[in-house]
């Protein structure tokens, strides 16, 4: 009997690689998407990897898939936008060893910055598109994905959303299928991508996508339930699930697992057999549009929402006129819960400094931890757009201001993971043309906000294994720029980092500052650390609110007086105490 277990659907795509034999694999995290390659890393007998970003991952497992592994590359949604170049023209090059690319979506943007639906990615760079629903089939489809790749000579797309990837369901788990690496074969024509061979290869694409097509009309993926065919259904992923708890089996469904190429002779034949037709789907009318363009009137967008995360109640009251059933409540409200920068965080420091000088500069951020100081009461970023953007928008920020006299200094901060991400080339066109901005780099030894995974600063790598660390420090150095435009400070040391944010202020041209001190989450950092947190003596405290300026969540004023509220949480950095005047905050261990 095989073994079932509960898996999320991040851990069955990670199962689904290791029982598909995938050789290697390599992504950059981002939610909802980051534990995906976690679960990977535990089946030693694929090599995974983190990249620097997430073109450096797709181009990786290109590189694999050619020379004959089965390959696979994880991406958030937003990712897939910096994987795009190479995305575009993978297709045309095909497929040896058997490649999958996962984007996970993030409808209704619980840790994202735009809630774009990664479908159209599958038409517009001619990949075959697959959508499980639960975790079954993100296992099952993942291995699907290398038949597919294989046999078509093709890439595919496996668009999973946020509740998808962690939600928890069964899992029946099989042994791993044996995939030795395919034999490297020379084909100039086929890799290539020079406009002559590009051509031709475009050419066999569209061929093999026909073929797909047809498949897809017949596949085991896309399947019809007819009930009652007075109402017709056709949904995809997470949607079905919310599909069915409304309508039962009451209606008819066309659950669409391949979805692109669409199968147009099932789409047909199911809207053929049913007197009205609704398309429910997260995000934009993908599924929608074809319907329609295949001449079938049926609702969708003009009924149910293209914004935010879809629920049965959203569906519900969307297609019909049956209230609500009234869930269990209770009286106690949770109490409001914003996010904040954790106890100990050194870019606390950063932002408590940088207020003082807020009317001197305009702040324009990055994703990441940081972005957490666009709350009160630091206001720490005035525009945030996409990783490496805290860089690159300060050189035409700085331009604009000029062009209205305006004497601030743009200054833009992003973290030591994303500088490799992306930031370094943003660094390098304000070093050549000497861009009158500050340029913060918040190094925290640690990709974050994610959970901390490993990066090129790092000394070690996903696996465990010792690796070469990478400064970047040094490299902010390699570009050339002048030793005195370069400060490296503590930002606990709040008379370290303010002077750093004085003196780039002060002088013209670009200025860069790196703050340098650990994440306070860091298992060695909480080691060394052991019981070390702050006292306040009561008898010495005059209630000045000074401390409470740093917003520390360990930190709280009750009668008059400051307090340590939660000493577990308090890691002993002493940026509140460096407010204190009379000498009433301690350090103890």
């Known amino acids: ?36 390659l976690e679960n990977v890393a535990k089946y030693p007998t694929i090599d995974s990897r983190w990249a620097n970003n997430e073109k450096v991952a797709v181009e990786m497992a290109c590189g694999a898939q050619a020379g004959g592994l089965r390959t696979l590359s994880c991406m958030k949604h937003v990712g897939l936008n910096v994987a795009a170049d190479p995305v575009m023209t993978i297709a045309y090059i095909g497929s040896n060893g058997g490649m999958l690319i996962v984007s996970a979506d993030d409808p209704g943007m619980h840790s994202s910055q735009n809630e774009q639906d990664n479908r159209y990615y599958s038409k517009l760079g001619k990949l075959i598109m697959l959508e499980p629903s639960d975790s079954q089939e993100c296992k099952d489809f993942t291995k699907l994905a290398y038949e597919l790749s294989e ?87 997470i949607s079905y699930q919310h599909a069915k708890e409304v309508f039962g089996d009451t209606v008819s469904y066309l659950k669409l697992g391949l979805t692109n190429p669409m199968p147009g002779k099932l789409i047909d034949e199911f809207c053929e057999k049913c007197d009205t037709i609704h398309v429910i789907e997260e995000g934009e009318p993908f599924i929608e549009t074809a319907v329609k ?8 967008k003009d009924k149910i929402t293209i914004q935010g995360e879809l629920t049965a109640a959203i569906v519900q009251t969307s297609l019909t006129d049956k209230p609500l059933e009234e869930g269990y409540t209770v009286d106690v409200k949770p109490a409001d819960r914003p996010p904040v920068l954790c106890a100990g965080c050194p870019h606390r420091g950063f932002f408590y400094s940088f207020t003082k000088f807020r009317d001197k500069v305009v702040a324009l951020g990055d994703i990441g931890c940081y972005g957490l100081g666009v709350q009160t009461p630091f ?19 700085a331009e604009a201001l000029k062009a209205q006299n305006d004497p601030r200094k743009p200054l833009g901060f992003l973290g030591d993971s994303t500088f490799f991400h992306s930031g370094l080339t943003s660094l390098i066109d304000a070093v050549h043309t000497n ?15 994610t959970g901390h995974q490993q990066n090129a600063g790092t ?19 390699a570009t050339g720029i002048d030793a005195d435009r370069v400060h490296v400070v503590n930002p606990i040391d709040q008379k370290e980092m303010d002077a750093a944010i004085k003196t780039s202020i002060e002088n013209d041209g670009l200025q860069v500052i790196v703050t ?39 930190l709280a004023f009750k009668d008059g007086k400051a307090y340590v509220a939660d000493v577990a949480n308090c890691t002993g950095c002493g940026l509140c105490s460096q407010n204190c005047k009379v000498g009433a905050m301690t350090i103890v261990e």
């Open 151 to 237: 046999k078509y000579d093709l890439v595919v797309l496996m668009r999973v959303t946020t509740r998808v990837c962690h939600s928890k369901s069964i899992v029946t788990l099989e042994d791993p299928i044996p995939t030795p690496c395919k034999k490297y074969v020379t084909n100039v024509e086929k890799r290539a991508m020079l406009p002559a061979m590009a051509i031709k290869r475009h050419i066999v694409v569209e061929e093999q996508l026909k073929k797909v097509e047809e498949y897809a009309n017949n596949c085991p993926i896309n399947t019809t339930e007819y009930n009652d065919t007075k109402v017709g259904i056709i949904t995809s992923g």
């Open 435 to 449: 861009a009158n901005v500050i340029l913060c780099l918040l190094d925290n030894s640690i990709t974050g906000m």
């Open 459 to 477: 000394e070690i790598n996903l696996m465990g294994k010792p690796v070469k660390r990478v400064d970047c420090l040094d490299m902010v150095m």
């Open 293 to 300: 363009v295949r001449g079938h009137e049926c609702t969708g």
């Open 1 to 36: 009997m095989k073994e079932k277990v509960i898996m999320s659907g991040n851990e069955a795509i990670a199962r689904g690689a290791y029982e598909a034999g995938v050789g290697f694999a390599s992504a950059y995290p981002g939610t909802p998407s980051t534990e995906i």
């Open 516 to 554: 340098r001190y650990p994440c306070a989450l860091l298992k060695y950092v909480m080691k060394e650390r052991g019981n070390k947190h702050l006292e306040v003596n009561p008898d010495k405290c005059v209630g000045c609110k000074m401390c409470m300026k740093v917003a520390c969540p360990s």
């Open 379 to 397: 206001f720490g970023e005035e525009m945030c757009v996409c990783m490496g953007g805290g860089f690159s928008t300060t050189i035409g920020m």
